[in-house]
């Protein structure tokens, strides 16, 4: 069962044979699902109004499906869920576990930096980081219209590949790749030394 420590919130829930069978969470709280919790539903909402805040940290159990509105940020670190769908000003950061399908609306913002992710698409004004390195894009097949995404994650140092539907593959160059803030600064030192070496043969 969901754990809640919150300042107000409104929970609807179905119970059928010990499980919750649907759930709307909203306005300004905090929610972990843990190993054993269960959500065998066809949606999960996660539905904040407009200014408020809630927060979902998933460590485990098996949700079948999850959406996002407005405020809402959802961090995974574990657990299985069937389907995330990420709406406009609601935020995905996912570091572990295993989530079947994600999709990011317009104006949703989806955050990547480990775990296992078969398939993902996202509309146009979505934003999708992607925190890895060696990353490839390939078709499908050489006519396709899909195509997977392949690397590593800077975490754990673990492959992955993700499939993207036709949409997706055509506005892949909207998916930003991250670097580790130790390439960047690394970089950027190689910068200062190369701009000081100039000054020094210049004076």
């Known amino acids: 069962m969901f754990r809640a420590m919150m300042v107000f919130t409104g929970l609807v829930a179905l119970a059928a044979a010990g499980r919750l069978q649907a759930t709307i969470v909203w306005q300004d709280s905090y929610y972990q699902i843990l190993d054993g919790d269960t959500y065998d539903t066809d949606l999960i909402v996660v539905s904040p109004p407009s200014g408020q805040y809630t927060v979902v940290d998933v460590f485990g159990g098996v949700v079948d499906a999850m959406t996002l509105y407005e405020s809402g940020t ?31 609306y317009t104006g949703g913002d989806a955050n990547l930096r480990g775990g296992t992710i078969p398939n993902v698409s996202f509309d146009g004004g979505a934003i999708v980081n992607l925190y890895a390195y060696d990353v490839t894009f390939s078709p499908d097949t050489p006519a396709s219209f899909e195509g997977c995404i392949s690397g590593r994650w800077y975490a754990d140092d673990t492959m992955f590949t993700i499939h993207l539907d036709a949409p997706s593959w055509h506005d892949r160059d909207r998916i930003s790749i991250i670097p580790e803030p130790a390439a960047v600064l690394l970089l950027g030192l190689g910068g200062l030394a190369l701009r000081n070496r100039g000054s020094s043969a210049n004076p």
Not at 79 to 93: D, H, P, Q, T, W
């Open 74 to 104: 959802l961090n995974t670190y574990g657990g299985k869920v069937g389907l995330i769908m990420i709406r406009s000003g609601a935020e995905l950061n996912m570091h572990h576990g295993e989530v079947h399908y994600l999709h990011v």
